[in-house]
């Protein structure tokens, strides 16, 4: 258990549907990231939020959507996906953008099949 | 153009023996490593780091060591155990990077008994 939850852990959805990716962390971080793994590739950052702003988009495309409404709290809004979207979504956390530690803690991961 | 390699998907090493993971960069900017261990169904926590300052920083069975001029650091476990049957991603980082961390493809680690 390192502090960071995911909801939820699996989510099978078709090209038209609309869904969201809930992510909350219980470290009292300042700074929230999330990431896809995809089969045989390695993690790539997609969205850094620091004292809930966004502070990184790594070129993702339009129909992932992040959220942070608060320090503990991050969402992605998935519409309109393509099959190779199909990936693990992994979200985590951090204690401030910019200070000494780099370590990311991260959750368990959803993982998101697009039909 | 992948910026941190880790150029074994796999390893498999005797219960007891050492088990040593290799991890190559490219980018000379990156000044602090990480490695993280995953077991499936689970995100990757935190395992040992070190910062380009150092060439060794060890944590009871887990030591990495830094070849800066190489661009090459390695993860060793020693002695392995069951336990450690995971996959090991190394990460890197710059300060102007502000924490955004580049990972490798991760190596499986297997350890037989």
């Known amino acids: 258990e390192t502090g960071v939850t995911q909801t939820p852990r699996h989510l099978v959805m078709g090209m038209t549907n609309k869904k969201s990716l809930k992510c909350e962390q219980h470290?009292?971080?300042?700074?929230m990231y999330w990431y896809k793994q995809s089969a045989k590739k390695p993690l790539e950052l997609m969205f850094v939020?620091?004292?809930?702003?966004?502070?990184e988009n790594n070129s993702v495309p339009s129909r992932f959507s992040p959220e942070c409404p608060n320090s503990s709290h991050l969402f992605l809004h998935l519409h309109t996906l393509q099959p190779e979207d199909s990936a693990l979504y992994l979200c985590?956390?951090?204690?401030?953008?910019?200070?000494?530690?780099?370590?990311?803690?991260f959750g368990p991961g959803t993982r998101l099949t697009v039909t | 153009d992948q910026q941190v390699k880790q150029n074994s998907p796999s390893l498999s090493v005797q219960e007891g023996r050492i088990s040593i993971l290799n991890c190559d960069y490219t980018?000379?900017?990156?000044?602090?490593f990480l490695w993280y261990k995953k077991y499936p169904a689970e995100g990757p926590t935190f395992l040992i780091s070190?910062?380009?300052?150092?060439d060794k920083n060890e944590d009871g069975r887990f030591t990495v060591f830094l070849n800066k001029s190489a661009k090459h650091l390695s993860l060793h476990i020693v002695p392995s155990q069951p336990g450690d049957s995971a996959v090991y991603f190394c990460?890197?980082?710059?300060?102007?990077?502000?924490?955004?961390?580049?990972f490798g493809q991760g190596t499986r680690l297997t350890i037989n008994p």
């Open positions: 985590a956390s951090s204690p401030i953008l910019g200070g000494s530690s780099y370590e990311q803690y």
């Open positions: 939020y620091s004292l809930e702003e966004r502070v």
């Open positions: 070190i910062s380009s300052i150092k």
């Open positions: 980018n000379s900017m990156f000044d602090y």
């Open positions: 990460a890197a980082s710059d300060i102007q990077g502000a924490q955004k961390l580049v």
């Open positions: 470290l009292g971080h300042n700074a």
